[in-house]
């Protein structure tokens, strides 16, 4: 082996350790059978069972749960619509309008949607962190459907239209199916930004409703408590299951 | 069968087609064939449905088809890169024609068997069109597109990703096919040769309009412009300018080289003083060492230039008095060992009156 590939591959280790020691650390220390993040003292299960009679915790997580699948499924079903169009016509205006919210800061998005929910005067809550994890989940939606579309060749859907097919046909048994992959990529993206956003969420949410990263904030003001790393544990699981699921129904749907 | 009438198509400020009128007989090998800009592949698509022209109408069997979507017009287009779905097998593939037009699963069965020993790969039903080599793509798009036997057949360029062996072969297939189911062929390409080859008629496109329509032999032997002389085979263009017209004759100046007699071509726009091209393919040429003195034939000295030896024949590059390069042919047909001139050697090329072609500019 050459000195080069040598150096390369403990360039690789350590990027590798830099993203994912923090996240095992966490893990390790949910099993941790002691209140400090310091020392390992034993292996337990104790704070897993503190979590799930944690009632407040038990809400937010349900919260979350309900909030990132609906804004989830919304934001697929327009971001889809969305993709197609930028794709399909020379569009000047919506590129923008759909990808704007990607770019804009978190913060500006918070304060903006606050005024306008009480412009509308909308009362906070479950509704109003929904709406606005559809907004800013649209766009990251359309930004996958159109990078697919662009790959699925043009003479395709002629080709379908030529053999018989009408559009709708042609949707449904070509560019559907040849869509797929970005659009479960693009609703896979939007559960789990909606599921761990917190400054948005923070600014539309109101008192008493909340979701996972704002309970576990307001738990992590006192100290980072086992409990914390058990919830966290617990999140890393689902997302790692989520992917594994896409991967495994649609190969190729991550690698875009 | 199918009529074009006037059709032209504008994109921004391009003109791609510029009142184009065509008629296709039913039954017929017909290629467009242009080079790459020239509008083909524009008409193709309108003829398809894909595209709507600006003004003209299109006829099939009589009756307008501009306002048909593609879905229901009785014609099927293969695509120059096969366009199979990727995401269906082959069989899915072939039968997806006949889903769309609602037959039985027995009928689509026993079609799509048929379909595929028709184009010799019954094994490969299950396969997906990923699995499939050039070759294969290309009959079983062919088998998708006939399965329900359309009346018309538009294939858009689809033997230029093949490598030259396999084209040839698809050639002689695609022939055969046409003339066993009999369907009309309209067929887009830029390959000269491919189009003489394959076509009952060719019409040749230009910046978006039709320069010539006729069979191939009357298109390599009468071109009807310095144009289709130019993009039809290999071809000397002698610019000269008509000095006399005698009987069946005329008497044209060639530019640096004097006067020369050529045939006269029929309905030509011919009249004293015009400007005109003499068009001479390579073959026509004699090229040898003696000087001759033969009275129906133009003879001019020269000195070779450049020879190509391509084993069959021979091609040498004739440089005349006025510095003009003249591509002749010697066909290496004679029993024994082939024989050359070589580079720098005194030559006489020569031609006989009837050998050219004379087109006005």
């Known amino acids: 082996m050459t000195r080069k590939n040598r150096l390369l591959k403990l360039v690789a280790l350590g990027a590798y350790l830099f993203l994912y020691l923090p996240l095992f650390i966490v893990i390790v220390y949910s099993f941790n059978d002691s209140k400090l993040n310091a020392e390992w003292v034993g292996f337990t299960f104790k704070w897993y069972d503190k979590l799930f009679q944690n009632r407040e915790m038990l809400s937010a997580a349900a919260n979350s749960l309900i909030i990132a699948t609906v804004s989830a499924a919304v934001a697929t079903v327009l971001g889809t619509l969305a993709g197609m169009a930028m794709h399909q016509y020379r569009l000047k205006l919506l590129p923008g309008l759909v990808l704007a919210p990607i770019a804009m800061p978190d913060i500006l998005m918070g304060v903006s949607l606050l005024l306008f929910f009480i412009m509308l005067n909308m009362s906070l809550g479950l509704i109003s962190i929904t709406l606005a994890h559809i907004t800013f989940c649209i766009g990251f939606v359309a930004l996958s459907v159109q990078a697919r579309m662009t790959a699925i060749d043009r003479s395709l859907t002629e080709a379908a239209r030529d053999l018989g097919a009408t559009p709708w046909q042609c949707f449904r048994k070509i560019t559907l199916p040849l869509l797929a992959p970005g659009i479960i990529a693009g609703a896979l993206m939007a559960f789990t930004l909606s599921i761990d956003d917190f400054v948005i969420t923070f600014f539309v949410a109101g008192v008493g409703s909340s979701t996972l990263p704002l309970q576990i904030y307001s738990m992590v003001k006192i100290a980072v408590t086992p409990e914390v790393n058990a919830i966290s544990t617990l999140l890393m699981v689902l997302t790692l299951i989520l992917i594994t699921l896409t991967a495994r129904l649609y190969p190729g749907a991550l690698r875009s | 069968m199918l009529e074009i009438k006037e059709v032209s198509r504008y994109f921004d400020n391009f003109t791609a087609l510029d009142k184009v009128s065509l008629n296709i007989a039913a039954g017929e090998f017909f290629t467009l064939l242009g080079p790459s800009g020239c509008g083909k592949t524009t008409l193709l698509r309108l003829i398809a449905g894909f595209d709507q022209p600006d003004n003209g109408d299109i006829l099939l069997d009589g009756k307008s088809i501009i306002a048909t979507p593609p879905e229901r017009r009785p014609l099927h287009t293969i695509f120059q890169n096969y366009a199979l779905f990727p995401h269906m097998t082959v069989t899915e593939n072939i039968a997806f024609p006949l889903r769309m037009v609602g037959c039985t699963q027995a009928e689509i069965n026993r079609r799509v068997a048929e379909a595929l020993e028709d184009v010799s790969l019954p094994d490969k039903g299950n396969h997906y069109p990923d699995a499939l080599s050039g070759g294969q793509k ?80 009357r298109l390599y032997g009468f071109p009807n412009s310095r144009f289709v002389a130019d993009f039809i085979g290999q071809c000397n263009l002698l610019s000269g300018k008509v000095t006399q017209l005698q009987d069946n004759r005329a008497q044209v100046e060639l530019e640096g080289l004097g006067p020369v007699q050529t045939a006269i071509p029929a309905d030509s726009t011919i009249a004293v003083g015009r400007n005109c091209t003499l068009t001479l393919r390579p073959e026509k040429i004699h090229i040898s060492s003696r000087v001759s003195h033969d009275e129906v034939e133009a003879h001019f000295k020269g000195i070779v230039h450049d020879m190509l030896y391509l084993g069959d024949v021979t091609v040498y590059k004739v440089e005349l008095a006025n510095g003009m390069l003249l591509e002749a042919l010697l066909a290496n047909s004679s029993p024994g060992r082939a024989r050359f001139f070589e580079i720098g050697d005194q030559v006489e090329v020569a031609w006989h009156y009837d050998a050219g072609h004379l087109v006005m500019d």
Do not use: C, W
């Open chain 2, 138 to 217: 290309q009959r079983i798009a062919i088998a998708r597109a006939l399965v329900n036997r359309p009346r018309l057949l538009l294939l858009d360029e689809p033997l230029s990703a093949l490598d030259a062996k396999l084209r040839e072969q698809m050639q002689l297939e695609l022939i055969k096919l046409q003339k066993e189911i009999g369907i009309t062929f309209v067929y887009v390409t830029h390959d000269q040769g491919e189009a003489l080859a394959l076509s009952h008629r060719v019409a040749v496109m230009n910046r978006g309009t039709i320069a010539q329509v006729d069979e191939p032999s």
